[in-house]
Every structure is written in C-alpha cells, then in structure tokens.
C-alpha cells in the first residue's frame, strides 16, 4: 500500500490496518494505491481437483463478479 508513492505498508492476514505517516500526507488530494495479489494457496491447487472453475464474465450475472 502507498500513499503518494511513498509506501505504509503490506498486511498479508487480519487486521489490514496501515498507520499512514503525517509526512506522506500532502495539503489537498492525496493518492492511495492498493494491490492485491492472490494468496500462494491458489497457486498451489491451481491444477488439482480442489480448484472450482472461474465464471467468465459474459456469464456473470451477479453485480460483483
């Protein structure tokens, strides 16, 4: 996570708080980049019989798919 391309922090589990410094902070808009990246899990069982096949999104029907 970054705050004006100055990075606050990661958290890979629970609680995903990040105390953001005052002094990467600026006057007026600010700019907060997030990535998120899959866990290692879904990696591993990528080729097995666990992984469920992901819809595609012409057949999405659900607001947030």
Known sequence: MSVNDVHVGARAWAPYRVTIPADALRP?????????APSAAN???????????????????????
């Open 28 to 36: 007026g808009g600010n700019e907060l980049r997030v990535r998120v």
């Open 43 to 65: 990696r591993y069982y990528a080729e097995t019989a666990a992984s469920a096949p992901s819809p595609s999104r012409a057949d999405c029907s659900r607001p947030r798919c």
